[in-house]
């Protein structure tokens, strides 16, 4: 850019310094496990509960990644990086979906080959599973994984009906790499660097990027000192170009407490008065 005021338009241009890419506004990317009862919507016109809802704000206008059913659980990537997004959804790219599906009854493995070989829905696609094996069975229900490719409308259900099965229950296990592992439900968490260079790896990506931190409910920043104590010995190190980590500010404080302890006038025992005795 040579010329003072010129105009950049967000979704066309690509601004850079120093060969790092400009962006309009931080990142934020969220890892949620989807409960049951919940659109993957900014709003709802039923008044239903929201995925935003749960993840509240957050500074930045949230997008799901791709979407799951009312009804369906599990792994459901939210950000603002319209980039990374559009390239995971894109179908060149094969980003893997795994499933674990319940299904009615004792499925016959017949049935279950179609769904690895293809079979055609509704509206005249052939699909098929990247991969599948049966998890367990009981005397009413077969459990299954499922792998895919594609991220077609409703697609494992119409495959599943197209074999003549229903689905009784369907959790999305994961998603481009990502779990939801010791994640509980309704619950969600920050990617950290590592897993944003995965997915942007995967998609082929340039990882330069700013990302903004996660607002975590009942949790503070962390950029925030706790105590008079840490603030002053970060704007003393401030001073000195040094850096001030959460857990020195933490030693400070509770320096500050001990010294207070340790000065504070310790209320007076009364002396026991001398007994009289009569001469």
């Not at 934020?28 to 995925?51: F, Q, Y």
């Not at 704000?57 to 997004?85: F, I, K, M, S, W």
Request: with cysteine.
């Amino acid at each position: 850019m040579r010329v003072l005021g010129t105009r950049v338009d967000p979704a066309r241009d690509e601004v850079a310094f120093d060969g790092k890419r400009v962006l309009a506004e931080d990142h934020v990317w969220l890892l949620l496990n989807k409960p049951k009862g919940i659109v993957c919507t900014a709003s709802d016109p039923e008044g239903r509960r929201t995925v935003l809802d749960i993840v509240g704000a957050q500074g930045v206008r949230l997008y799901p990644v791709g979407r799951l059913d009312y009804n369906t659980e599990g792994v459901l990537l939210l950000t603002n990086d319209g980039d990374l997004a559009n390239a995971l959804l894109h179908p060149s790219r094969s980003v893997p979906r795994t499933y674990h599906v319940k299904l009615r009854g004792i499925v016959d493995p017949d049935d279950l080959d179609r769904l690895r070989q293809g079979v055609k829905l509704d509206t005249g696609e052939t699909v098929a599973a990247a991969n599948l094996f049966i998890l367990g069975t009981t005397e009413a229900n077969t459990w299954i994984e499922l792998s895919l490719i594609q991220g077609l409308n409703r697609q494992v259900h119409r495959m599943v009906e197209a074999i003549g099965g229903t689905v009784l229950k369907l959790v999305r296990v994961s998603f481009a790499g990502l779990t939801a592992d010791r994640l509980p439900s309704g619950r969600f968490r920050a990617l950290d660097q590592a897993e944003v260079n995965q997915l942007r790896a995967l998609v082929e990506l340039p990882q330069e990027t700013v990302r903004a931190a996660a607002v975590m409910p009942g949790r503070r920043s962390r950029n925030k000192p706790r105590s008079a104590a840490a603030r002053k010995q970060q704007r003393s190190a401030r001073k000195d170009g040094q850096r001030v980590t959460r857990r020195e500010g933490e030693r400070a404080t509770r320096r500050e407490a001990e010294h207070t302890a340790g000065t504070e006038e310790r209320p007076r025992r009364p002396r026991p008065r001398p007994k009289r005795t009569r001469q």
